[in-house]
């Protein structure tokens, strides 16, 4: 199994009403496992549920 580059943009809720920006680059097999990925990583950092979170892409980066 080969890990790719990923960068995964979107935003989270900071607030009551304020959502705030991110990019994160991580390392996964696919689309989808980095957007799970994501979820756990802002989650688990933020104490936030899945619907305060939102990922607008998720696009391959070019290797080396």
Do not use: C
């Not at 009551?16 to 980095?34: E, G, H, I, M």
């Not at 688990?44 to 892409?57: N, W």
């Amino acid at each position: 199994m080969d890990e790719k580059k990923f960068e995964v943009k979107g935003t989270y809720r900071e607030k009551r009403d304020f959502w705030k920006p991110y990019t994160k680059v991580l390392s996964a097999p696919n689309a989808v496992q980095a957007k799970e990925r994501i979820y756990t990583i802002i989650g688990s950092k933020h104490r936030l549920a899945r619907p305060y979170i939102k990922v607008e892409s998720v696009s391959e980066m070019s290797g080396e």
